[in-house]
């Protein structure tokens, strides 16, 4: 089977799997996986399909796992002091609600609300107000609500192509750091810095600063990765530097040398998985997707925060 995994386009892994036995049997708990996470999207977005709408894509984030070695990294864990039993106790308990929530919860309620706006835009759609499906997400809510409660009204389909426009201007522009003048004294909040950091990003010729997230040293190549088509272009002993990760991404981790995102805090998804698989994380690096070119070597201390470009 990880033969198959390895060498067939995804496209046909499926097929490929159905034709044995154990292939058929693995399947099967795929398919059961996918009934209870499939809910889950490699970005935070309701406009775009879930795994479960999408089974290639859980197919290839196995292919990862499969294709990379996995760097195993022991090193033992301090035991922490004998009167922190009960509180963690108390933690381990709250924490499966924590992890439960999220399938239970999050991701069935966003692939629901997908699936009825979907159809609210295939309704759109047939009736010829609307030229593309995914031009549903275009439309502000009392917009959409009153397309669907007049049938004859007209307009929504120009509205939704000038946004499109729009939103394919901003995503090469990138985000604005603020909209109209620029504020005094920036606000903090000491909560929020927690989970994404505070975003320092102080550059010292080829030294950038963020925040350490993951302790220890780490020296590879820099791999950009945008997004999921990406993903591909990842090779063991890569430091990966990203804006920043969702759970979809893990499969990656094993392989890596090092991690950098331009957002995140110690309490971060990056932070916190970096942690568990030992991995030197810096996050919160303002400007290293720009910064730091593809390919050049970069050292970094998931202690101090620092990040070197070696060359």
């Known amino acids: 089977m990880a033969d198959v995994l390895r060498e067939y386009p995804v496209e046909v892994i499926r097929e490929r799997l159905a034709e044995l036995r154990d292939g058929r049997r693995w399947l099967h708990e795929l398919d059961r996986y996918l009934l209870r996470y499939g809910g889950r999207s490699r970005w935070h977005e309701l406009s775009l399909p879930r795994e479960a709408e999408m089974p290639r894509m859980t197919l290839e984030s196995i292919r ?5 070695p996995v760097a195993v990294r022991i090193t033992p864990i301090e035991p922490g002091p004998s009167d922190a039993d009960g509180v963690l106790a108390v933690g381990r308990f709250g924490y499966a609600l924590k992890e439960s929530h999220v399938y239970d919860i999050d991701y069935p309620g966003l ?8 159809g609210f835009g295939r309704r759109l759609l047939a009736e010829g107000r609307l030229s593309r499906l995914d031009d549903v997400w275009m439309l502000r809510r009392p917009e959409l609500r009153s397309a669907l409660a007049s049938p004859g009204s007209v307009g929504i389909d120009a509205i939704a192509r000038a946004r499109r426009d729009e939103l394919a201007q901003g995503l090469v522009e990138g985000p604005r750091p603020f909209l109209g003048e620029p504020p005094v004294q920036a606000e903090r909040d000491a909560i929020l810095e927690k989970f994404y950091g505070r975003g320092a990003g102080e550059t010292h010729g080829s030294t950038l600063q963020g925040t350490g997230a993951s302790a220890g040293h780490a020296e590879g190549p820099a791999r ?14 890569d430091v990966m530097v990203a804006a920043t990760t969702t759970p979809a ?8 040398a090092g991690l950098i995102t331009e957002t995140g805090g110690i309490l971060s998804h990056a932070a916190i998985v970096a942690r568990e698989y030992r991995l030197p994380a810096v996050l919160g690096v303002r400007g290293a997707m720009a910064r730091i070119p593809d390919g050049a070597r970069v050292r970094l201390d998931g202690r101090t925060g620092q990040v070197t470009l070696v060359r």
């Open 249 to 256: 991404w893990t499969p990656l981790f094993a392989s890596l």
């Open 64 to 68: 990862l796992l499969v294709e990379r």
């Open 224 to 237: 950009l990765v945008r997004t999921a088509e990406d993903f591909p272009r990842v090779r063991p002993g």
């Open 111 to 118: 692939l629901a609300t997908r699936e009825v706006l979907l």
